[in-house]
């Protein structure tokens, strides 16, 4: 499997602040996705990071309060804007289409740990 | 659209003895992969298993494998000579062939008693 890191790995923040959050991998991927989870429940997908176009957003997300960066095969963000406290939630970054593997399996990353305050 | 129902919201099980996660979904399709994934304390989501719905043999990896029954829509996960290393919260998860959203279920936390 691919070998993926976040950061930061958790953070406090105030209130009308935003935080990116970094998801880079060791080997060039096909796909890239960011999910909440939010305090006791389930993941939830937020948008597919596309390399070199606009991120493809699920119901309920949008790009205004969850801008995506995806600037190559390897590398995006996630930034969270103008935080309030019910976007306390862990954010998870998967990777799938690794070359030379299956790309059907997402693969994630440790997540982020957000509080907003 | 699919979904996928965990119907265990915990379970407990004591070390060494083997227990069952269960799972249901529903969906139109006929091709598509299901997924069991661990979330230690830590939040690492981690991939313990994978089916293809196209496969009749239940997939198998150490003491973890699953009981597929496609026309039931069943994809349950047993877990053999637990270990205290397997306490987590445990998810299914879903995915359409050809769509790359996994849907997950509402995840099963799972204690093992020493």
């Known amino acids: 499997s691919a070998v993926i890191s976040q950061k930061p790995s958790r953070d406090i923040c105030q209130r009308g602040t935003s935080l990116t959050i970094q998801c880079q991998v060791d080997s060039q991927v096909t796909m890239m996705f960011w999910y909440r989870q939010q305090p006791g429940q389930s993941l939830t997908l937020i948008a597919t990071a596309n390399q070199g176009s606009e991120a493809t957003y699920e119901s309920g997300f949008v790009i205004d309060k969850f801008p995506i960066s995806r600037p190559n095969l390897t590398f995006s963000t996630l930034t969270v804007s103008n935080m309030s406290p019910e976007d306390s939630s862990i954010y998870l970054c998967?990777?799938?289409?690794?070359?030379?593997?299956?790309?059907?399996?997402?693969?994630f990353g440790p997540g982020t740990r957000l509080t907003v305050l | 659209a699919q979904t996928v129902t965990q119907s265990q919201p915990e379970m407990s099980v004591q070390e060494a003895e083997t227990v069952t996660l269960s799972c249901t979904y529903d969906t139109s399709e006929s091709d598509y992969y299901l997924f069991w994934y661990k979330q230690p304390p830590s939040r690492q989501m981690i991939l313990v298993i994978r089916q293809e719905a196209y496969k009749q043999q239940n997939a198998t990896e150490n003491r973890f494998s699953v009981n597929f029954q496609k026309a039931a829509k069943s994809f349950s996960l047993k877990i053999s000579d637990s270990q205290l290393g397997d306490a987590a919260m445990y998810f299914c998860?879903?995915?359409?062939?050809?769509?790359?959203?996994?849907?997950f279920g509402q995840g099963t936390r799972l204690t093992i008693n020493p």
């Open positions: 998860a879903y995915l359409f062939q050809g769509a790359q959203k996994l849907v």
């Open positions: 998967s990777v799938g289409g690794r070359s030379g593997y299956r790309t059907d399996t997402q693969y």
